[in-house]
């Protein structure tokens, strides 16, 4: 079975990339990526310190690039606690992160050096500069592709902040280097179709969409009434914010001829397929590896190949962008078409369907359930509260 993926003129053994956040910033974790089987990597950003970078004035060498806050990650899927047996059953969990140091060039050079040696898969190193500062960008631009960068991701989020995509920096460092660069919109409230011409426009080699929100927030704790994390620069991360990474994959797909790469969501094998079949090149994996560790990285690659083997196919040609041919607007889709609910005979008469039924469409007499069709508007939600899967939806 052919896994082969390329990537902005990359090619890679499989579409597995581990993204560019804390499990690639140290050589260490960079190790870890390649052992357990990543078809390429992307390093934490790498920027030049100064006085704004820390939030603060009067930066020294060897401050950290940014505020240190203690501690940085917060992982929940119950209430404000993480609860392994919910997650072992697949339950949804939120990552909140506030924003932590970044390696500086002087402390990247003998890494690269290091890892260079160590492995063969691509190395893709992510910069970061001042919003605007296109001089800055070039710089270290030039930097990284001096140490060996196989190709340059430019995170979204400039330094120190910005609310918005600027494209205007993928045509400057294309001008500086002859590595590929890979652009990393991340605001998702952009539209995913206009941001992938303009960026196709300026020259860059692929699109990553979309990173994680940078948003600011707090979450606190009723038992000792205290604020478990501060509001820092705050980032919320997990596989409930997949479909939003989904969406902007299968427009961009539809939109431009460039390699795409899915990193929003991914906690397993079956978010890896569904981005290829949005029509991703590769996909990225972060939050998971806080919550599994690298090995999820082997457990991803074992089912997709397994799916593929289950499905016949022989490459990720074979079915990439295939459910993208599906996407229609919104505007498309007709009004008050003839579907709803359908009650199978394995329903348990438990009556949950009835509490959130806004249409008074379900009844329950002697523990069975009846939807009346001239009420019921199709709206799905008795099908996905249904605790024996006994609703399913479709045509009257």
């Keep these: 079975m052919n896994l082969e993926a390329n990537y902005g003129g990359l090619k890679l053994k499989n579409p597995m990339i581990v993204a560019s956040a804390t499990p690639t910033t140290n050589l260490e974790g960079l190790k870890k990526s390649v052992d357990c089987g990543a078809g390429a990597f992307v390093t934490k950003s790498i920027i030049f310190p ?33 609860d392994p047996a919910l997650h072992a059953r697949g339950a949804y969990y939120s990552m909140f992160n506030m924003i932590e140091s970044y390696p500086r060039p002087e402390e990247w ?33 030039k930097v990284v592709e001096n140490m060996g960068a196989d190709a340059i991701e430019l995170s979204g989020h400039h330094m120190p902040y910005t609310a918005a995509t600027d494209p205007l920096i993928v045509k400057a460092v294309k001008e500086a280097v002859k590595v590929p660069v890979i652009a990393k919109p991340m605001f998702p409230p952009e539209d ?32 000792s009434e205290s604020i478990v994390m501060q509001p820092t620069h705050y980032t919320v991360r997990g596989p409930w914010w997949r479909p939003v990474g989904l969406n ?19 906690a397993n094998w079956r978010d890896v397929v569904k981005y290829i079949l949005c029509g991703a090149s590769t996909t990225q994996v972060c939050t998971a590896l806080y919550v599994d560790g690298y090995e999820a990285i082997t457990k991803m690659l074992k089912g997709l190949e397994k799916w593929m083997a289950a499905h016949n196919y022989n490459s990720l040609d074979d079915f990439r962008g295939k459910v993208s041919k599906q996407w229609v607007s919104p505007v498309t889709i007709p009004y008050n078409t ?22 008074d469409a379900i009844t329950v007499e002697d523990k069975k359930v009846y939807i009346d069709p001239g009420k019921c508007e199709g709206c799905g939600v008795c099908v996905s509260v249904c605790p024996s899967k006994a609703v399913s939806f479709g045509p009257f």
């Excluded at 939109?255 to 991914?266: C, E, F, H, Y």
């Excluded at 199978?344 to 509490?355: N, V």
Aim: aromatic share 8%; charged share 25%; net charge negative.
């Design 248 to 266: 902007w994959i299968t427009q961009m797909s539809r939109t431009v001829d460039l390699p795409l790469s899915g990193v929003t969501g991914i």
């Design 338 to 359: 003839p579907v709803g609910a359908k009650v199978e005979d394995d329903c348990i008469g438990c009556g949950i369907c009835t509490k959130t039924c806004f249409f």
């Design 192 to 223: 995913p179709v206009k941001i992938a011409k303009a960026l196709a426009e300026m020259g860059a080699d692929g699109i990553t969409a979309i990173g994680n929100q940078s948003i600011k927030g707090m979450e606190v704790d009723v038992e």
């Design 109 to 141: 050079a003998d890494v690269m050096e290091t890892i260079k040696a160590y492995c063969d898969i691509p190395v893709i190193v992510s910069i970061c500069a001042a919003e605007h500062d296109y001089d800055e960008w070039q710089k270290i631009a």
């Design 50 to 82: 100064k006085a704004y970078y820390n939030g603060m004035a009067g930066y020294k060498p060897g401050d950290p690039c940014a505020v240190d806050p203690r501690p940085r990650f917060h992982i929940c899927n119950k209430d404000i606690e993480f």
